[in-house]
Nanobody
Framework: QVQLVESGGGLVQAGGSLGLSCAASGSIISVNTMGWYRQAPGKQRELVATISNRGTTHYADSVKGRFTISRDNAKKTVYLQMNSLKPEDTAVYYC????????????????WGQGTQVTVSS
């Protein structure tokens, strides 16, 4: 079964740091773009950051300079280091990835993780 499993998150005070990780597992040939999204209560899910399989990164303006996305291709894992956290960063954070799957022929599919809560207290 192909899945994205997230870890990390939790409760932190404003100005603090947290790290998230997300590992892809299953019958996967390769992993293309990976990313993090978040959804705060009553709001739509929004992009936080993405990273291509070559390491090209993209960040939402709201997190530039504070968050860092990285990946380990051998481990099929993406990370998000969050520094200088603000109360407005409070949300459920979701991992997302484009995966090339094994099978009769390679198939590209997009997957979401289950989400992990990040709460920043003021």
């Amino acid at each position: 079964q192909v899945q994205l499993v997230e870890s990390g998150g939790g409760l932190v005070q404003a100005g603090g740091s947290l790290g998230l990780s997300c590992a892809a597992s299953g019958s996967i040939i390769s992993v293309n773009t990976m990313g993090w999204y978040r959804q705060a209560p009553g709001k739509q899910r929004e992009l936080v950051a993405t990273i291509s399989n070559r390491g090209t990164t993209h960040y939402a303006d709201s997190v530039k300079g504070r968050f860092t996305i990285s990946r380990d291709n051998a481990k099929k894992t993406v990370y998000l280091q969050m520094n200088s956290l603000k109360p407005e960063d409070t949300a459920v954070y979701y991992c997302n990835a484009d995966l090339i799957l094994e099978g009769p022929y390679p198939t590209l599919r997009n997957y979401w993780g289950q989400g992990t809560q990040v709460t920043v207290s003021s």
